[in-house]
């Protein structure tokens, strides 16, 4: 009767260690992420900042998170989505003529649910000529199933004309 009872809690334990097995593979094969499809959705979030933002409407640019933070050189943070339109807005005073970002790499979490971004970004004038050069970097939040900006900063190359 011992003989029985082990060999039954044996088969139990064998059956158990199976199935929690079998839904690890499961989960893992629903858990994949495409980088490089991610990789291109940030990048066409960043071209419609860019051709918002080159059309001189930035009030329309729907890209931070409404508690979005941003950081730009010599300048407390931005806090939330409203503040940093108004300092896009407000930089729109001088003439720039054409701005360009490109994501170089992204990192996303296991879940896919944040992304950190690292890209270059470009203003030319007309004749295409470069006004500035820089990199930036941007942490996204998959939100009602949309990537959006919550926190983001840049850095010139100090090319400036």
């Not at 879940?111 to 941007?138: C, H, I, Q, R, W």
């Amino acid at each position: 009767m011992p003989y029985l009872i082990l060999k039954g809690c044996t088969l139990t334990c064998l059956a158990g260690l199976l199935l929690a097995c079998n839904a690890k593979t499961e989960n893992a094969a629903a858990d994949v992420i495409d980088k490089e499809q991610i990789k291109k959705e940030i990048q066409a979030k960043e071209d419609s900042f860019a051709a918002v933002y080159n059309s001189g409407e930035p009030r329309s640019i729907n890209y931070y998170a409404e508690d979005a933070k941003s950081f730009f050189p010599n300048r407390p943070p931005l806090v939330g989505k409203q503040a940093i339109i108004a300092f896009l807005t407000s930089d729109l005073t001088s003439p720039i003529d054409h701005i360009k970002y490109t994501t170089n790499e992204v990192f996303v979490s296991n879940d896919g649910k944040l992304v950190v971004e690292l890209g270059a970004f470009s203003v030319t004038d007309s004749l295409n000529t470069p006004l500035n050069t820089g990199n930036y970097m941007s942490l996204f939040e998959k939100r009602n199933g949309q990537y959006v900006a919550v926190r983001d900063m840049s850095a010139s190359d100090g090319l400036t004309k």
